[in-house]
T-cell receptor, first 119, second 111 residues
């Protein structure tokens, strides 16, 4: 069964460093997402991406964050200058999304996450 | 804005015990409701969903009923197994197909 893959599974970085979290969505999917979960807190939406553009972003997704689909298969989340409070589990998801098909559009497939620790 | 609240964990049960994990939501309109599960070392997987009031979602012995009157979507299972040990997330999907999650409830099932 096709799946969303994320690398690395764990990332440790120093405060102020740049990190790139990588995701390979399911190949025929069109919508991509990043969510995160700070330990003990809710899973939070960060950003959605379609047709090489951000379609929606949350208040969390400030200028320190960016997303990119550099080569048609990878989907990356970059944090330009990490802060201690960026430590979290980051989940990538993808969705087929077809106009007018609610049941299809409600299917999100998640990766296993990248645990980011900022020291 | 829309939100989901679910019971704190961990929930620790013996094998074959009954499980209920409470979930309530606040939303404008009538969103679809979901339970996702995360097994150790794996991603979030859809467990079940319900799309309208009084719908019952079910999968792998788990059930949840969409209760509009009480704005709830409690997860239930009559007899849990050790293999059910995982973190369970309640969620709703808003009008832009964005999931809004609860904080997750860890379930530990002991033999």
């Amino acid at each position: 069964e096709p799946e969303v893959t994320q690398t690395p599974s764990h990332q440790v970085t120093q405060m102020g460093q740049e990190v790139i979290l990588r995701c390979v969505p399911i190949s025929n999917h069109l919508y991509f997402y990043w969510y995160r979960q700070i330990l003990g807190q809710k899973v939070e939406f960060l950003v959605s991406f379609y047709n090489n553009e951000i379609s929606e972003k949350s208040e969390i997704f400030d200028d320190q964050f960016s997303v990119e689909r550099p080569d048609g298969s990878n989907f990356t989340l970059k944090i330009r200058s990490t802060k201690l409070e960026d430590s979290a589990m980051y989940f990538c998801a993808s969705s087929p999304r077809v106009a007018g098909r609610r049941a299809t559009n409600e299917k999100l497939f998640f990766g296993s996450g990248t645990q980011l620790s900022v020291l | 804005g829309d939100s989901v609240t679910q019971m704190e964990g961990p929930v620790t049960l013996s094998e074959e015990a009954c499980l209920t994990i409470n979930c309530t939501y606040t939303a404008t309109g009538y969103p679809s409701l979901f339970w996702y599960v995360q097994y150790p070392g794996e991603g979030l997987q859809l467990l079940l969903k319900a799309t309208k009031a009084d719908d019952k979602g079910s999968n792998k012995g788990f059930e949840a009923t969409y209760r509009k009157e009480t704005t709830s979507f409690h997860l239930e299972k009559g007899s849990v197994q050790v293999s059910d040990s995982a973190v369970y997330f309640c969620a709703l999907m808003d009008s832009s197909y964005k999931l809004i999650f609860g904080s997750g409830t860890r379930l530990l099932v002991r033999p």
